[in-house]
């Protein structure tokens, strides 16, 4: 059945390095993809979303591209900073049913 | 409203009770959906409505959860006889109608049982 599988957290980073964090799902048809936050003590905000092959995301610096062949939706940013310290959540869906990751929480120390 | 909103907020209830959750959308979505999110573990889908109708309920562990969402706009969901295992936080998430696919959420109620 379709579902998504992010890497296991916690991440833990210094101020200004590069972020990684891996998502591959499995869909019977075409899903939107996206990437969610949950920053502490508040709710799941939209992050960015890819609605088709090749589309690339973009929010706050954080990047993904929708990859077909590999079933893939990686999230990254070149340059994390302390106030990005949150748990992300990858995620696919259409209009009537998503599927979500199991979240991945990032550390950022300064 | 701004946001979606859920009341309460927190919920502490004994197993076997009947518990009801509220969930406010967003003014003019007619897309809302009901998820439950155990500890550590992602958004599960339980229950999309467009408009007052459930479109897919596939996600409903067993029967004795039930959603409605009479008028449109504000979804209660419904457990009855509660048990241990169905302690969890419910998110609700509404969205702006037939092909739009972004979901705000709500800040999601927390259910005990105890």
């Known amino acids: 059945g379709d579902s998504v599988t992010q890497m296991e957290g916690p991440v833990t980073l210094s101020e200004e390095a590069f972020l990684t964090i891996n998502c591959t799902y499995t869909?019977?048809?075409?899903?939107?993809l996206f990437w969610y936050v949950q920053y502490p003590g508040e709710g799941l905000q939209l992050l960015l979303k890819?609605?088709?092959?090749?589309d690339k995301g973009s929010n706050k610096g954080f990047e993904a591209t929708y990859r077909k062949e590999t079933t893939s939706f990686h999230l990254e940013k070149g340059s994390v900073q302390v106030s990005d310290s949150a748990v992300y959540f990858c995620?696919?869906?259409?209009?009537?049913?998503?599927?979500f990751g199991s979240g991945t929480k990032l550390n950022v120390k300064p | 409203g701004a946001g979606v909103s859920q009341t309460p907020s927190n919920k502490v209830t004994e197993k076997g009770k009947y518990v009801e959750l509220r969930c406010d959308p967003i003014?003019?979505?007619?897309?809302l959906y009901w998820y439950r999110q155990s500890l550590g573990q992602g958004p599960e889908f339980l229950i999309y409505?467009?408009?007052?109708?459930?479109?897919?309920d596939s996600g409903l562990p067993n029967d004795r959860f039930f959603a409605v969402r009479p008028e449109g706009s504000v979804s209660t969901l419904k457990i009855q006889r509660t048990e241990r295992g169905d302690s969890a936080v419910y998110l609700c998430?509404?969205?702006?109608?037939?092909?739009?696919?972004?979901?705000?959420f709500g800040p999601g109620t927390r259910l005990t049982v105890l």
């Open positions: 998430a509404s969205a702006g109608g037939l092909g739009t696919d972004t979901q705000y």
């Open positions: 003014s003019g979505h007619t897309a």
């Open positions: 869909a019977t048809g075409y899903p939107s």
């Open positions: 995620a696919q869906g259409d209009f009537n049913k998503f599927y």
């Open positions: 409505f467009q408009g007052t109708g459930a479109a897919d």
């Open positions: 890819a609605t088709k092959a090749d």
